[in-house]
């Protein structure tokens, strides 16, 4: 059950590739005077982890110190802004749809689809989807990169991402550009930015998400349920590759991202039509999955898998 945490990085992750000099990632960016490479400011609440949203900051302040620290070696200066993500009430992008109550994620999908992919798009200032709304300048760092000569905003991007950016304004596909430089060390340090914050060695964590996870995936009840929501969006004519709870759940939104990422359409609004639904298929396909689906979901994030 990955799609909150998805989300909510996703959007970060073009943050990640941007902070040198473009936009910052997510809802909120700040950037604490005071902040050490090495933690967050202590007038600063520490994230709730066990919230999705929580895991996500806590995240972002641990990977805006360690990139302090890692271009300070490449001979850098780096102002950590770590990403702080805030929900309205009527967001529920990236929820869990088994955690949202189907009399309030129908009337939602059917403005928003997902909420995730082309809503951002055809409503950019409307807070009840997932976006990157801090601009440009939210980032101290661009007025930092902004200061050098042009050689050396090269090196600093080599350093930053690989050169990540400068390869994203003339790339066909982004999923062809690989991030490198700090971005890349400091993400395969932490755990791949799609999958959130990196697993845990403690072996009592470990062995409490592996039996939630396969209290999960073995319960009759949910697997039955998963078997007649597959058939469902067969029936529409959609193609299930596999009907495994955890699985199942993310298979049309699946296809919306990756068009999304991939070729996104030109007509943003026709797009977001078919997107709206698509998704209006999926719940109506999942709704009885998702109920049943329901304590489970609760336990993995109790647990620390989301």
């Known amino acids: 059950m990955t799609t909150t945490i998805r989300a909510l990085l996703a959007v970060g992750a073009a943050g990640v590739l941007l902070a040198g ?14 902040t050490s490479s090495s933690a967050s400011t202590p007038t600063e609440a520490a994230p709730d982890t066990n919230t999705p949203e929580g895991k996500a900051e806590a995240w972002s302040i641990k990977f805006e110190n360690l990139m302090a620290d890692c271009m300070k070696a490449a001979g850098f200066q780096y102002v950590p802004h770590p990403q702080h993500y805030s929900r309205p009430a009527g967001n529920v992008a990236g929820k869990d749809p088994a955690l949202v109550p ?24 409307d807070p009840n989807v997932v976006r990157p709304a801090a601009g440009p300048e ?8 902004a200061g050098l000569d042009p050689a050396r905003q090269q090196a600093y991007d080599q350093a930053f991402d690989g050169g990540a950016r400068e390869k994203l304004t003339t790339a066909s596909k982004k999923t062809d550009v690989k991030t490198g430089g700090c971005s890349d060390k400091i993400s395969k340090q932490l755990g791949n930015i799609d999958d959130g914050p990196a697993v845990t060695t403690d072996p009592t964590a470990q062995a409490a998400a592996a039996l939630a996870e396969q ?13 007649d929501y597959g058939n469902c969006l067969r029936q529409h004519g959609y193609t299930v590759p596999s009907t495994k709870p955890g699985v199942i759940e993310r298979t049309l939104e699946q296809t919306v991202e990756q068009e999304h990422t991939d070729s996104p359409a030109v007509d943003k609004k026709q797009a ?19 109920a049943a689906a329901k304590p489970f979901v609760e336990k993995l994030l109790q647990v620390g898998v989301g």
Do not use: H, M
């Open 102 to 125: 189907y009399d309030v994620l129908k009337p939602y999908r059917q403005k928003y689809g997902y909420g995730t992919y082309y809503a951002g798009d055809v409503f950019p200032n």
């Open 272 to 290: 977001l039509t078919k997107e709206i639904k698509i998704s209006l298929d999926d719940l109506e396909c999942g709704k009885a999955y998702e």
């Open 21 to 34: 000099c473009g936009g910052a990632p997510s809802a909120t960016s700040t950037t604490p005077a005071g």
């Open 215 to 227: 209290q999960f995936t073995t319960d009759a009840t949910v697997l039955a349920a998963a078997q």
């Open 138 to 145: 939210s980032n101290p760092n661009n007025a930092i990169r």
